[in-house]
């Protein structure tokens, strides 16, 4: 494999980590609609350990703003409910024997203002990751061809591709702020 080519490649994979940890990130920040990833990293102690969750039972969404969590151990009811409601998440908790019932209170404006500007900063964020490993990727690039280890040639090639790159990262990262700014009805 040629040296532009393990550069591309692990920019392409410095680039996933970016846009995958913004989604994540995005997922947990609360919106007008539920989804499981509000919950489903919340740790309790059970059974002498820390466990979250998704691992006590599984999670649904009841439409129009519950969290359903149907439990496979009457034991971690409680520690869930308590859980829950000391994440602040502007959730009401009900429990119904193994079901928990999550149920999200709509967003006020104020809240909203503020969400809509997390959401921004974290995708901005993740826009100055993407520069930074834009411009090591570069700075490898450079030095490779300084040290003849790729020609004049094979280097204008992947400046062209790792542009590319680049610009599809901006993109997916567009596209996740955009889809969350819809969702949280602040456009």
């Known amino acids: 494999m040629a040296a532009s080519d393990v550069i591309l ?17 995005l997922g947990a920040v609360r919106s007008n609609r539920p989804s499981p990833e509000m919950v489903q990293d919340i740790k309790i102690n059970m059974y002498g350990q ?14 129009p703003r519950t969290i359903q969590i149907s439990l496979w151990d009457q034991e971690a009811v409680a520690a869930i409910v308590k859980a829950i409601e000391s994440a602040h998440l502007g959730l009401t908790v009900s429990n119904e024997g193994l079901n928990i019932r999550a149920t999200l209170s709509p ?13 921004k900063k974290t995708a901005e964020a993740a826009r100055i990751q993407v520069r930074g490993r834009r411009d090591e990727i570069m700075k490898r690039l450079r030095d490779a061809e300084g040290k003849k280890e790729v020609t004049e040639d ?3 090639k992947a400046k062209d591709r790792i542009q590319k790159a680049v610009d599809k990262a901006n993109g ?8 969350k700014l819809a969702e949280l009805g602040a456009g």
Do not use: C, W, Y
Request: net charge negative; hydrophobic share 40%; proline share 2%.
């Open 9 to 25: 490649k692990d920019l392409e994979t410095a680039l996933a980590g970016v846009t995958g940890k913004l989604k994540q990130d």
């Open 50 to 63: 820390q466990i979250s969750i998704r691992e006590l039972g599984s999670l649904s969404v009841l439409p």
């Open 107 to 119: 967003l006020g404006d104020e809240r909203r203002e503020e969400i809509t500007k997390l959401v």
């Open 154 to 156: 094979e280097a204008f």
């Open 172 to 179: 997916d990262v567009e596209v996740m702020m955009n889809a």
